[in-house]
């Protein structure tokens, strides 16, 4: 068996390419998803990894839309861009489709004849609406956040030819929501007759962009920007394009490596490989850390089993569309390839090319009321020659691919890793010069200690 550091190596050498500029940031744009999934499954073929196959009950159901909440409803669909490719490639693939809003074109924006740069100084929220023109800009008064008259207020048409800017903390502290999923459609969906909305958050650091919410379009763009935006601006100059696809294709990449001893039951190791993409022609956002990393590291894992061969089977999961609300993996398991409850653990892997001891974790124990899945976790720990100081057991959310599953009650951890690194979150910075490989094997060894635990 290979050392952890030749693994190391191998996790370098993928998260360097899948990270490069030649993928645009593994989604749609030019067709970079496509480019990455060619390269996780040749890299899966030759670590002998085959396709996962539909067993037969599988087989004999008809797929069928997931409708998780406060998210777009993600349908069954065909190959999609996919059609007229390479089979070995297709055989490896779960096809679906969601609605999407894309910003692939202009993106300019001068405030008071000062050039602002996109995903730098400025980000357009992912459900904004194409819009060209020159504004009046307005700040709200402190007074108008009040639940009752904000829409009406805003909506009422003395603001058609202006820009709105919202302090973002205002915004968040008095303008509830009934749901802790979802805080903006409730405030700006109902919005008519203004030109646009600018958030302004009072912190200094580049801000992070999103896709979680491009399953529909507002009335009029919503602008991000920090506090060096000022306070007394007067007019804008905006040429933002987006587009609205409404049967954008989705593509999960599913492969097995069969267990020596308990073939029927699974091991999943779980990591996203889509990114944001850009905003605007030509901002690329690389995605190293996000999810770059637990990509390569769960290809290094399927290297390590082509040598060791598992007790159990298992499977090599990379959802497409995560970063659009965790369509993927929400519609795999809504239609999964075999019986979820032939899962022994999931192991989401997002975000691990981090400095520092702080390992965050979230955990689901499923239904047995007789499983710790994160006292076992804390155990392997332990038996680490170097572990780590500070994993801590955090309230499952859905920030990622492990809570479709969590909700199904089966068992699951997320890992993710915290440090110095987290600053390039989603932002155009996030590339392999500013990724951490620091912690790679002694997380490469507890995450083998732990899958190996359930027989």
């Known amino acids: 068996m290979k050392s952890n550091a030749s693994f190391k190596e191998y996790y370098n050498e993928v998260l360097k390419e899948i990270s490069s500029a030649s993928y645009f940031g593994r989604s749609g744009y030019k067709n970079g998803d496509i480019k990455a999934a060619k390269y996780i499954i040749e890299r899966l073929a030759e670590n002998g990894a085959k396709p996962l196959r539909k067993d037969a009950a599988a087989m004999a159901r008809e797929e069928k839309a997931a409708c998780p909440e406060y998210k777009s409803v993600v349908k069954p669909y065909g190959e999609g861009r996919w059609s007229g490719e390479d089979e070995k490639y297709k055989e490896y693939l779960q096809h679906f489709e969601y609605p999407l809003n894309v910003m692939r074109g202009s993106m300019k924006l001068s405030v008071d004849g000062k050039e602002y740069r996109p995903a730098v100084d400025f980000i357009a929220k992912e459900f904004s609406p194409s819009c060209k023109g020159d504004f009046d800009i307005v700040y709200l008064d402190e007074s108008r956040y009040v639940p009752e008259t904000f829409c009406s207020h805003l909506s009422s048409g003395e603001f058609r030819n202006s820009f709105v800017v919202l302090d973002w903390k205002l915004f968040w502290e008095r303008l509830p929501s009934e749901s802790w999923l979802e805080r903006y459609f ?268 359930t027989k």
Request: charged share 25%; aromatic share 12%; with cysteine.
């Open 186 to 453: 409730p405030y700006l969906e109902p919005l008519e007759n203004i030109g646009g909305i600018i958030l302004k958050d009072s912190k200094p650091e580049q801000f992070p962009y999103f896709k979680a919410r491009s399953y529909k379009v507002l009335n009029m763009p919503v602008l991000v920007v920090n506090s060096g935006f000022p306070s007394d601006a007067k007019r804008l100059s905006i040429d933002m394009e987006s587009e609205m696809i409404e049967h954008k294709d989705g593509h999960n990449i599913l492969a097995v490596i069969e267990g020596a001893k308990n073939p029927d039951k699974y091991t999943l190791f779980i990591a996203h490989y889509d990114h944001l993409g850009v905003m605007g022609e030509g901002n690329i956002y690389p995605g190293a850390n996000d999810n770059g990393s637990g990509t390569a590291m769960v290809l290094a894992l399927s290297k390590y089993y082509s040598m060791n061969r598992p007790d159990n089977s298992v499977v090599f999961f990379f959802p497409d569309a995560e970063e659009s609300n965790l369509l993927g993996s929400f519609y795999y398991a809504e239609n999964p390839y075999f019986a979820l409850d032939k899962i022994a653990d999931i192991i989401d892997i997002d975000m691990v090319a981090d400095t520092g001891e702080k390992l965050a974790c979230q955990v689901g124990n499923g239904t047995s009321p007789e499983r710790d899945v994160f006292a076992e976790f804390m155990e392997c720990n332990s038996r680490l020659a170097s572990p780590f100081k500070n994993p801590v057991n955090e309230k499952v959310n859905d920030n990622s691919d492990h809570y479709p599953f969590v909700l199904r009650g089966i068992p699951a951890i997320y890992l993710e890793i915290v440090g110095d690194c987290y600053k390039y979150y989603h932002t155009p910075c996030d590339g392999y010069t500013n990724a951490s490989d620091e912690n790679f094997e002694r997380l490469f060894e507890l995450i083998i200690l732990f899958a190996g635990l």
